[in-house]
C-alpha cells in the first residue's frame, strides 16, 4: 500500500483568488427540477445521442465541466448537475451521504423522463456515480470514476489514514472547519486547488474563484465538508454494494502528475465486470486541465459499449 500514499501525498495540501462567473456554454440551458427532496439545478444541451450526466467534486458546481460541455454537445445529451446541497440546488441539512446523492439523480432522470444514461464523476461525483451505479444498475449505461477513492476500499484507506491526507480527518471534524475557513474562503479553497493541480499550472484563477464564491456561501460550505462527516456510513453501505459485481462497463481516470499508475482502475476491477481506464497528463482537475484528451476517452469509451 506505500505506492498508494506516497503517490498521493501531493493529493491533500493546502492555498489564495479573484471573483469570477463561468458562463454556461453557448446551446446549454440552465434549469431547476423538483426530485422530491429536493430540487437539483442543472445545465442541459438536449443534444442528439445518449445521455451523459456529469457529477463534480469538492469544492466545485457544475461548471467544473465547462470546458468539456460543448465538445461533447455534437454526440451527445450532455447534462451537468449541482449536487444537493451545492450552487443553486436546495441546501438541505442531511442527506449528504453518497447513497442518497446517488438518489438525487436517479430521482432527477425519472422527472427527465430519462431511463438510462452514461454516469460520469469527479472527486466526490466519482464516489456518486459507484452508488449510483450500485443502486440502480439497469439506468447506468457506464459510469467514469475520476481521480478518487471509494469509501470502503483498501485504497480509501491508505490514503484517509496517511497523515499527509489531513484533510480527510480535519473536514470531518463536526465544527472546527466552518469556524477556520469561514472569513479565509479564498486561502483555503484557492491553496487547496492549487496545491492538488500537482504543479499543472492548468486549473485557472477564473475557475479558483467560481469555487471559491461556491463554497464561501455557509450551507454550500457546510455540505463540502459534510462529504467526508459520512464516508463511515458511505463504506457501510458500499461495503453491500462491494458483494455483487457492477454489470455495466466502468471507466477510471486518474491524473498522472500525482498517481502515476491507474490507481483507480485496480481499485474497480474487484468491483465490476467490465474496468479500463489510464492516466491523464494532468493534476486533479482533470476536466478543466485536459478537457479535450478527456473528452476523447469518454467518447471512445462510449462508442466501445
Known amino acids: 500500500m506505500n505506492r498508494y500514499t506516497l503517490a498521493f501525498a501531493a493529493v491533500f495540501a493546502l492555498a489564495h483568488p479573484a471573483i469570477s462567473e463561468i458562463a ?37 458546481t ?9 465538445l461533447m454537445s455534437p454526440g451527445y445529451d450532455v447534462i451537468a448537475v449541482d449536487l444537493r446541497g451545492v450552487g443553486l440546488s436546495d441546501k438541505p441539512e442531511g442527506g449528504y451521504d453518497k447513497k442518497t446523492s446517488a438518489q438525487d439523480i436517479k430521482a432527477l432522470m425519472d422527472e427527465l423522463g430519462i431511463a438510462e444514461a452514461n454516469i460520469v ?57 466552518e469556524g477556520l475557513v469561514t472569513g479565509k474562503e479564498a ?41 467526508f462527516r459520512t464516508d463511515e456510513q458511505d463504506a457501510a453501505d458500499n461495503a453491500e ?3 455483487t459485481k457492477l454489470p455495466m462497463p466502468v471507466l477510471g481516470l486518474n491524473g498522472a502528475k500525482l498517481a502515476p499508475f491507474p490507481y483507480v482502475v485496480e481499485m474497480m476491477k474487484p468491483l465490476a465486470e467490465i474496468v479500463e481506464g489510464q492516466t491523464m497528463d494532468s493534476g486533479h482537475w482533470i476536466p478543466e486541465s485536459v478537457p479535450e484528451e478527456t473528452v476523447a476517452v469518454l467518447d471512445a469509451f462510449f462508442k466501445k459499449y
Open 24 to 60: 454556461i456554454p453557448d446551446g446549454f440551458t440552465s434549469a431547476r427540477q423538483t426530485t422530491g427532496e429536493v430540487k437539483l439545478h442543472y445545465v442541459r444541451d438536449g443534444g442528439p445521442g445518449e445521455v451523459v450526466i456529469l457529477l463534480h467534486g469538492f469544492p466545485q
Open 121 to 177: 464523476g469527479h472527486d466526490i461525483g466519482g464516489m456518486i456515480a459507484y452508488a449510483f451505479a450500485a443502486q440502480f444498475p439497469d439506468a447506468a449505461t457506464s459510469i467514469t470514476i475520476m481521480d478518487v477513492p471509494i469509501p470502503g476500499t483498501e485504497i480509501f484507506k491508505a490514503i484517509s489514514q496517511d497523515p499527509r491526507a489531513w484533510h480527510f480527518a480535519f473536514h470531518k471534524d463536526p465544527v472546527m472547519p
Open 241 to 243: 454494494y462491494f458483494k
Open 187 to 227: 486561502l483555503y479553497y484557492g491553496n487547496f486547488m492549487r496545491r492538488v493541480d500537482g504543479g499543472d499550472g492548468r486549473i485557472t484563477e477564473a475557475e479558483i474563484a467560481e469555487a471559491v464564491a461556491a463554497y464561501s456561501d455557509p450551507k454550500t460550505m457546510t455540505t463540502g465538508f459534510n462529504w
Open 62 to 70: 457544475w461548471s467544473s465541466w465547462a470546458k468539456m460541455m460543448p
